[in-house]
T-cell receptor, first 115, second 116 residues
Framework: GAGVSQSPRYKVAKRGQDVALRCDPI?????LFWYQQALGQGPEFLTY????????KSGLPSDRFFAERPEGSVSTLKIQRTQQEDSAVYLC?????????????FGPGTRLTVT | AQKVTQAQTEISVVEKEDVTLDCVYE???????LFWYKQPPSGELVFLIR????DEQNEISGRYSWNFQKSTSSFNFTITASQVVDSAVYFC?????????????WGAGTKLIIKP
């Protein structure tokens, strides 16, 4: 497809379950970002990949959050032992070049609800 | 410290009115980039514009225009003759070129409601 895609679009998990969120960036885009967006707020940075290298994971809120991009294209954000405070929309974005000063193109997000 | 302030939490206007969304930023760097994104009710953030700190020329794209003023550290966004489809949350964001981290600094967003 032409844009960034994310799956699933909606995920309901029981507290304590593990979840995996997938992001397919725009083909050829070097940079990939994950964000967490709570209702009524702006995106909060989680982590950044340049190709397969995770160059910044300073935004991951705890060691229950883990992201990978093993082949430099598709990325997965995994949340272990989900908690209610993890409920949010998780956004993925990609950018053509390896500089965050370039525009990012966002996917539709995955809305995670932890019950 | 880097900071982006969008003081207007919500704006409501009637269709065809002009509306300006304010964005004020703080940075110590001389080289930086400013962005505007639109987030319609569907949820997907849509890139609108990127402006670097050395280009103070105002930009116009159809009904959209942006006014970048370094003297007041502002990068305001105006929609002329607003339409219902413009209803969305609009975010302003800042990136410093010399910074070693990879984070965009986002404003809190302004919710724009265009009434028919």
């Amino acid at each position: 497809g032409a844009g960034v895609s994310q799956s699933p679009r909606y995920k309901v998990a029981k507290r304590g379950q593990d979840v995996a969120l997938r992001c397919d960036p725009i083909s050829g885009h070097v940079s990939l970002f994950w964000y967490q967006q709570a209702l009524g707020q702006g995106p909060e940075f989680l982590t950044y990949f340049q190709n397969e290298a995770q160059l910044d994971k300073s935004g991951l809120p705890s060691d229950r959050f883990f992201a990978e991009r093993p082949e430099g294209s598709v990325s997965t954000l995994k949340i272990q032992r989900t908690q209610q405070e993890d409920s949010a929309v998780y956004l993925c974005a990609s950018s053509l070049v390896g500089l965050r000063t370039y525009e990012q193109y966002f996917g539709p997000g995955t809305r995670l609800t932890v019950t | 410290a880097q900071k982006v302030t969008q003081a207007q939490t919500e704006i409501s206007v009637v269709e065809k009115e002009d509306v300006t969304l304010d964005c004020v930023y703080e940075t110590r760097d001389t080289t930086y980039y400013l962005f505007w994104y639109k987030q319609p009710p569907s949820g997907e953030l849509v890139f609108l514009i990127r402006r670097n700190s050395f280009d103070e020329q105002n930009e116009i794209s159809g009904r959209y225009s942006w006014n970048f003023q370094k003297s007041t550290s502002s990068f305001n966004f105006t929609i002329t003759a607003s339409q219902v489809v413009d209803s969305a949350v609009y975010f302003c964001a800042l990136s410093e070129a010399e910074d070693s981290n990879y984070q965009l600094i986002w404003g809190a967003g302004t919710k724009l409601i265009i009434k028919p």
